[in-house]
């Protein structure tokens, strides 16, 4: 059971399928090519059998007369070159009339059977001599037929000659043709097998590799060969395939441990608050405090939890965005308008510059969380005193959004790592944020199929440039309808 198995399994493996059509195409080949041997090698016989039938005519028309009797043999018998020639002109010899009727007709000629008077009648009546092979018991003769005139009188005159030899020639060419043909077949099953076994050798070497690696060892490369074919083309497609996963797999390492990293600081704080409260507070006011203090940090938690859980969201796709006709102009000034509080709170001026309406197709929800986050940085990374600028611009088939700064600006090593999870740029005074925003920011930009881009320089400000595609008919399709749906009920 386990043998017809396996049997099966060797049967579907392509070194086997690739062996079998090379040994298929083998034996097409060469039976083609014996056939064809064959076919030449009987073409180049009967071509000499014919051109020696042609002599052995004229030599008939020589030793034969037609006398006072009817015709006969006339030769120096004392010749033994002559007698040769004309007793082998006899062996297979007829000589009729004009009507068919044998003159002279050797016995071989008599067992292959002597041609009818009508077939006698329309040769001479042509004119034109005929080659024929006819047969007795198996054995063919060449045959040459036609007109032969002596003294005015007509005669139908047939030479023929065995191909006995010549056919036992071609059986021999083609018998040992084909009995050394399954040896040479069976030659090239095995270099068939063993070629195909090492075309397809770094094939297995992948599969092999692939089934060693686990999540452990995603850093496996296989080695080219150096041969730059296929194979190894394929091998520079597994290598990059698995560098990566190597680096998605390291990402995702990574941000299981700024999680439990993140979750773990307040976890800690929220406990030091209930030791107190539990163990040395001992007025309500101390009670209170560390009331406060814990549950300042169960809602920094849960802020975090809600962050990752959106995150998560998008980055798995579950976060469909939901895109309408939007004004954008509308949406900052709103947005502005909530940040004046703390933005006057710390000091800091806050001006807009939007045109009165840009509609352009977004996620009205996610577009405001961008502008909010932006916001929130460029506010809260801005000392009292500073100034914060928003500009919103329609541009042709495009919108931009600037978010601009007079704060503390972003050393150039930190801004390619601003828009990762978790990423804070370590400063002397530390900010109470997740180093979340950003991240957010930019999914929610790639999402709209736009662009993001940074300038800062420390302790002069930052810029943060949005770009948003303003849809297929640009703004003012979009405008229209934006209208409309203000003058709707
Ligand atoms: P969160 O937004 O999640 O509450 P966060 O503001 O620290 O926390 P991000 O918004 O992702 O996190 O920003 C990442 C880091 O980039 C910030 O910690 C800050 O160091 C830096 N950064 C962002 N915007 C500015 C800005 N306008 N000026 C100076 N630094 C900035
Ligand atoms: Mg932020």
């Known amino acids: 059971m386990r043998l017809t198995g396996n049997l099966w399994q060797a049967t579907r493996s392509l ?51 037609v006398v006072a009797y009817g015709p006969d043999w006339f030769y120096d018998a004392y010749d033994p070159e002559e007698s040769f020639i004309v007793s082998r002109l006899q062996r297979v010899f007829l000589l009729t009339d004009a ?9 071989v000629y008599d067992a292959i059977g002597v041609d009818s008077p009508t077939e006698i009648r329309s040769i001479l009546q042509s004119g034109k001599p005929m080659l024929r092979t006819k047969y007795d018991n198996g054995e063919p003769y060449r045959i040459r037929s036609g007109k032969w005139v002596d003294k005015n009188q007509v005669f139908y005159m047939a030479v023929g000659k065995s191909m006995a030899e010549d056919e036992h020639i071609l059986g021999r060419f083609t018998r040992d043709y084909f009995l050394m043909l399954p040896a040479v077949l069976l030659l090239g099953s095995v270099f068939g097998w063993y070629v195909a076994g090492r075309a397809l050798d770094p094939l297995n070497s992948v599969s092999r590799t692939a089934q060693r690696i686990t999540s452990s060892n995603l850093n496996t490369q296989i080695r080219p060969r150096g041969a730059g074919d296929e194979l190894d083309h394929l091998i ?23 999680v439990s990293h993140e979750l773990r600081t307040p976890l800690t704080v929220i406990r030091g608050q209930l030791e107190v409260a539990l163990f040395t507070a001992k007025t309500p006011e101390q009670y209170r405090e560390a009331m406060e203090n814990a549950l300042e940090e169960v809602e920094r938690l849960s802020s975090i939890v809600r962050a990752l859980l959106l995150l998560s969201q998008s980055e798995t796709g579950q976060l469909v965005l939901q895109k ?21 709170g710390q000091g800091v001026e806050l001006t807009s510059q939007t045109p009165d309406h840009c509609v352009a197709p977004a996620d009205r929800i996610q577009f405001e969380r961008l502008v909010s986050n932006l916001l929130s940085n460029a506010v809260k990374y801005t000392p009292a005193g500073g100034k914060v600028k928003v500009t919103l611009a329609s541009l042709p088939e495009q919108v931009r959004l600037v978010v601009e700064d007079t704060g503390a600006g972003i050393a150039a090593e930190h801004v390619p790592h601003i828009f990762e999870r978790f990423y804070r740029v370590p400063s002397a005074e530390p900010e109470k944020g997740l180093g979340l925003g950003l991240s957010f920011v930019a999914w929610i930009v790639k999402a709209h199929g736009g662009t993001i881009h ?36």
């Open 454 to 489: 940074v300038d800062s320089e420390v302790g002069v400000g930052t810029r943060f440039t949005v770009t948003l595609p303003a849809g297929e008919n640009g703004t003012r399709r979009l405008a229209s309808e934006a209208a409309e749906r203000e003058v709707a009920p």
């Open 236 to 258: 520079e497609t597994f290598n990059a395939m698995m560098d990566r996963l190597n680096r998605s797999f390291e990402q995702i390492r990574q941000f299981s441990t700024d």
């Open 324 to 344: 309408t006709g939007v004004d954008l102009a509308e949406t900052v000034r709103d947005i502005v308008d909530q940040f004046q509080i703390p933005a006057e």
């Open 99 to 107: 009507n068919g009727k044998p003159v002279m007709r050797s016995p």
């Open 15 to 65: 070194r086997f399928r690739l062996a079998l059509s090379y040994v298929l195409f083998f034996t097409i080949c060469m039976l083609v090519i014996g056939g064809f041997f064959r076919w030449t090698l009987q073409g180049i016989i009967q071509g000499e059998v014919d051109d020696a039938l042609e002599e052995e005519w004229g030599a008939a028309k020589g030793y034969l007369q």
